[in-house]
């Protein structure tokens, strides 16, 4: 997979690609993530990419000159599934969407800020837009790396144990079950007695039983029963 990640502040967003899970995706050559600069596609000597909004107002607005300049580069060395603009207008992000945009090869993510981009960005360049939530943050830079974290976590062979992502909160649609480790007590406090069993049915039953008592009293949105 191939995610390029278009800022007019890149600073903003290299640190969560150069640690951890995804910094060893990246060394095992099953993902590369590229942060592009766009003030490298500006047409003036300050390297402008935002300009006053038309018809007045508060904030600037990013300028389609160098965003389409940038995506025309970017398309002529590969074609992309998706170009997708992060905005707080945009579909609500989830595990089923990083599900599906797991399945791509080329990705685009386009980070606004400022008061967002011309309109005509929206309205001809990008192919979706993406929300990770009903709040706006100062640019879509967080929001990236939280769409990039969530969507290269999936792809075969990123964690070390495959089947761990799919035993995560609402990959069925149910909050994972409590997890322990050593050790067996402490404080008094004790790991339940069925995990220490060996007795795998068993653990299994119980683990599933403690999703759907944690989603019913937690999200019970989850379970349509609300
Ligand atoms: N840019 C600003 N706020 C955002 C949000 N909530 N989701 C995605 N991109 C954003």
């Known amino acids: 997979m191939h995610i390029d990640i278009v800022t007019c502040l890149p600073r903003l967003i290299e640190s969560p690609f ?7 995706a990246q060394a ?6 590229n942060i592009i600069d766009l003030r490298d596609y500006a047409t003036d000597k300050h390297k402008s990419v935002d300009d006053y909004a ?4 508060a ?3 990013m300028m389609i000159e160098p965003i389409d300049r940038c995506l025309e580069d970017l398309k002529s060395k590969r074609h992309y ?4 603009y992060m905005s707080p207008d945009g579909e ?3 595990q089923s969407l990083a599900n599906q945009l797991s399945l791509k090869k080329n990705l685009v993510l386009l980070c606004g800020h400022y008061k967002g981009v011309d309109e005509r960005v929206r309205q001809h360049l990008i192919t979706g837009e993406i ?6 943050l100062s640019g879509g830079e967080l929001a990236a790396a939280v769409v990039a974290d969530a969507v290269v976590r999936l792809i075969p062979g990123v964690l070390s144990d495959e089947t761990s992502a799919l035993s995560d909160s609402f990959q069925d649609d149910l909050i994972a ?4 480790t050593r050790p067996a007590e402490y404080k008094g406090w004790r790991v339940p007695d069925v995990l220490m069993s060996g007795h795998e049915k068993k653990i299994d039953e119980w683990r599933h039983e403690k999703s759907l008592e944690r989603t019913r009293s937690r999200r019970p949105d989850l379970l349509g029963e609300v």
């Open 18 to 24: 150069s640690d951890s899970i995804l910094k060893r």
């Open 28 to 33: 095992k050559g099953l993902v590369e993530v």
């Open 54 to 57: 038309y018809g007045g107002g």
């Open 59 to 61: 904030g600037m607005v």
């Open 81 to 84: 599934d998706d170009i997708i």
């Open 92 to 94: 609500r992000f989830s």
């Open 131 to 136: 929300s990770i939530g009903d709040y706006v």
């Open 177 to 180: 079950p409590p997890v322990y």
